[in-house]
């Protein structure tokens, strides 16, 4: 079995240079079960659920897939749940691609993590790992996961991976539940730990169609705000929107549906055994149990990638795109359509683009730009956030739960994907 070697990262690099497709990072979801309940959690199965369990792949089928590859190129992997510890044998996975040579970022929650797990990392370093904080308090933690204890059990967590020197970075979802401690947890990683903190404002539908998650997305005005707030939020705004509009049109350059990097550079294994251009996008997969991983790479996700646009929209010829995170995954799970323009998202990049002073140009019909039907309410929310109406300091507590969390994760299901 072939070890990727410098060797191999150098001829995997010249592949691509070259024209060659090859898949330099894929991320691996290891299993769908979690000892969570997070109400934003787009893909969380109870930890009992044998039906998950038993259609996940083996260990040595997962082993095999590490062996294509190392063949195929790839030299990145990042594993992801689910909550990956929630597999007894994911160590062994783990060290399996630690001896192929593969650069690991592992995601978690840590509520899982033990003295003997962070030992073994310390032994077995990946390159990164990186655990999502729910909120800096008991309360706020725990109205989020659902989960009695395990606001603690991720403290230890963190704890245990600090101790040993491994290579963390902490990040949040900043929800309606937790908003009020985003800066608290920004704080508490980068000043009392010193690590890496991100957060994303960006919730989606779950991927068997149902909307629960959205119950608790903040309103545009409040994502922005929370954008504007951070350090260096609005210079790397204004830095993205310049780059943008000194260029034509990314969308315009291609016919294609997808134009992001999902099939292209890389790909997402689901837990139980099928290719998708990314973790979130779950509509069209390809099994690899019959055919292996490099046949599905090179015929099936091919030609999934290449498929043409059946229409023109208003994402074609936008300038701000930078600003918005739109992706055909996200009209996918928002709508069951790849090519739909999501309104959340619009809405968002054009009061990014109002609060740092940018005029988007014409881009079609868009309801956001100057002369749109709801134009008035981004100058209404730039208006909010700098007058400090919105005022991320001043937020306090959890806010109310809307009803629509009242319907169960197996209740979604819906027609335009077919799964339940």
């Known amino acids: 079995m072939k070890e990727l070697t410098y060797g191999a990262f150098s001829a995997a690099l010249h592949e691509r240079q070259s024209g060659q497709r090859a898949p330099l990072q894929v991320s691996i979801e290891v299993t769908r079960r979690c000892p969570l309940e997070c109400l934003h959690c787009y893909n969380n199965l109870p930890m ?19 062996d294509e590859l190392v063949e195929m190129g790839c030299f990145w ?9 929630a597999r007894k044998d994911f160590l062994e996975i783990y060290t399996y691609a630690k001896q192929k040579g593969f650069l690991i970022t592992l995601f978690t929650n840590g509520t899982l993590l033990t003295e003997a797990i962070a030992d073994y990392l310390a032994q077995w370093p990946p390159f990164a790992i990186e655990i999502t904080l729910y909120g800096r308090t008991r309360e706020t933690y725990e109205a989020l996961t659902a989960i009695p204890g395990s606001y603690d059990r991720c403290l230890r967590g963190i704890k ?24 608290a947890m920004r704080q508490f990683a980068e000043e009392e730990l010193g690590v890496e903190f991100k957060m994303d404002g960006q919730i989606n539908p779950r991927i068997d169609c149902s909307q629960s998650p959205l119950a608790v997305r903040l309103a545009p005005e409040e994502v922005v705000a929370i954008d504007m707030n951070a350090p260096k939020g609005m210079s790397e705004y204004r830095r993205l929107a310049q780059r943008d509009l000194a260029s034509p049109p990314n969308l315009a350059q291609s016919d294609t549906v997808y134009f992001c990097g999902g099939g292209m550079n890389g790909f997402a294994i689901n837990a139980y055994g099928e290719i998708g251009i990314c973790v979130i996008s779950q509509q069209e997969t390809f099994s690899i149990r019959e055919v292996g991983v490099s046949a599905v790479w090179e015929e099936s996700l091919l030609q999934l990638r290449n498929r043409k646009r059946t229409r023109v929209t208003k994402c074609v010829q936008c300038r701000i795109q930078s600003l918005c995170g739109m992706c055909p995954a996200n009209g996918e ?15 968002v990049a054009h009061l990014r683009a109002a609060m740092i002073g940018v005029e988007p140009p014409a881009h079609g019909e868009c309801e956001f730009c100057a002369g749109g039907s709801r134009h008035g309410e981004v100058v209404e929310s730039a208006r909010r956030i700098t007058s400090k109406e ?8 959890p806010q109310p739960i809307l009803p629509i969390l009242s319907n169960s994760h197996a209740a979604g299901g819906c027609e335009s994907c077919g799964r339940h």
């Open 48 to 66: 009992g659920d044998l039906d998950a369990r038993h259609r996940e792949l083996s260990k040595e089928e997962h082993f095999r897939v590490l």
């Open 77 to 85: 992997l990042l594993y992801t749940g689910g909550e990956i510890f």
């Open 160 to 183: 245990l991976l600090r101790e040993r020197g491994l290579p963390l970075k902490l990040k949040t979802v900043a929800t309606s539940i937790n908003k009020h401690e985003v800066l």
């Open 333 to 347: 799970l928002e709508s069951g359509d790849r090519e739909s323009p999501v309104e959340f998202l619009c809405q």
């Open 390 to 397: 919105i005022d991320v300091e001043s937020w306090v507590g």
